[in-house]
Each structure stands twice: as structure tokens, then as C-alpha cells.
Nanobody, 125 residues
């Protein structure tokens, strides 16, 4: 099975993008699902996570108020709505999934996920 990401691209500062990620060819209907990002020369950090099939959602402090995570559980798809983008948001964004409980905390660099997508590039200029 795989995580199918889409929605990356280039945008001007202040603009918006929406990323999508679908769990494909999998029997999992619940699990912790979200997004990480990694900018060149920077540590990988969690961005947002949610319990697929539930209502729990967590957004990292670094993007809180600008990014929102949502889902369509019937489609096994999560979305990351990114508003008011800045050049500092430029990074490769990875969809992540874990069939177990969400292992996330205040330190977004220490979130734990088992499965990773291939990534989609977001560039803000």
C-alpha cells in the first residue's frame, strides 16, 4: 500500500496551497495521519496530524493559525490547508501514517510515524 500525495507547487508569499494525501490500496481505515516537512539544511519537523476516522487534530506551533488539517475518512484522505505562506514554509512536505495511536508532542521534531510518502515540494517566493 502507499501514501499518494498531491497539491505541492510554487506560490508567492501570502498565498495558499492545499496538500492532499490518500492511503491507497490499504485495509487500514483508522490510524494517525499527517504531514512532516523538511527544508534544506534544517531538521525534519512535524506540521500537523489527525486521527483518521476521528476528530482529533494537532497542528505544530510553528504553523498554528495558518495551517489546518482536515480529512475525508471515507476516502482515507487528509488535507493540509496552508494559508499566509512565507518563504520559511518552503520545504519538501511528506505525508505520514501510523496504524497506532498518534505519537506526537510539543516537540514536532520528535513525532513518530511508521510510513512515509515520497514527498511533494512546496516553494514560496
Amino acid at each position: 500500500w502507499q501514501l499518494v500525495e498531491s497539491g505541492g507547487g510554487s506560490v508567492e508569499a501570502g498565498g495558499s496551497l492545499r496538500l492532499s494525501c490518500q492511503v491507497s490500496r490499504s485495509t487500514y481505515s483508522v490510524g494517525c495521519m499527517g504531514w512532516f516537512r523538511q527544508a534544506p539544511g534544517k531538521e525534519r519537523e512535524g506540521v500537523a496530524a489527525t486521527w483518521l476516522g476521528g476528530t482529533t487534530a494537532h497542528v505544530a506551533d510553528s504553523v498554528k493559525g495558518r495551517f489546518t488539517i482536515s480529512q475525508d475518512s471515507a476516502k482515507k484522505t487528509v488535507y493540509l490547508q496552508m494559508n499566509h505562506l512565507t518563504p520559511e514554509d518552503t520545504a519538501m512536505y511528506y505525508c505520514v501514517f501510523d496504524s497506532g495511536p498518534c505519537k506526537i508532542g510539543n516537540d514536532a521534531t520528535r513525532w513518530e510515524f511508521t510510513h512515509w510518502g515520497q514527498g511533494t515540494q512546496v516553494t514560496v517566493s
